[in-house]
């Protein structure tokens, strides 16, 4: 599974932003789907997960309430919509797809794509 996300950018606190991530290849709808974060000089994070049938998701304590993950099997996408958008979401954030569920660790993801941008100004 190849993995490509896109859709970050420069938003003012308070906004909203979309990331998707597209898949390649005819098994993303047996994955697992997540989304971790990346800030400068900090850990990789997760951030939202859902299940391959999109029947259960799960969030970090941090996105809960403003993030909402979701998946279009057939388009080969995973979404993740922000709201309330803060400057501490600041950072790269990567899609991965994961073969076990609830898959909150980054070791447990397969495959990933290479990160999209998100800046909030305050």
């Known amino acids: 599974v190849q993995l490509q996300a896109s859709g970050g950018g420069l938003v003012q606190a308070g906004g909203s932003l979309r990331l998707s991530c597209a898949a390649s290849?005819?098994?993303?709808?047996?994955?697992?789907m997540g989304w971790f974060r990346q800030a400068p000089g900090k850990e990789r994070e997760f951030a939202a997960a859902i299940a391959w049938s999109a029947s259960n998701t799960y969030y970090a304590d941090f996105v809960k309430g403003r993030f909402t993950i979701s998946r279009d099997n057939a388009k080969n996408t995973v979404y993740l919509q922000m709201n309330s958008l803060k400057p501490e979401d600041t950072a790269v954030y990567y899609c991965?797809?994961?073969?076990?569920?609830?898959?909150?660790?980054?070791?447990?993801?397969?495959?990933w794509g290479q990160g999209t941008q998100v800046t909030v100004s305050s």
């Open positions: 991965a797809a994961a073969n076990v569920w609830v898959p909150i660790l980054a070791r447990e993801y397969d495959y």
């Open positions: 290849g005819r098994t993303f709808s047996s994955y697992a």
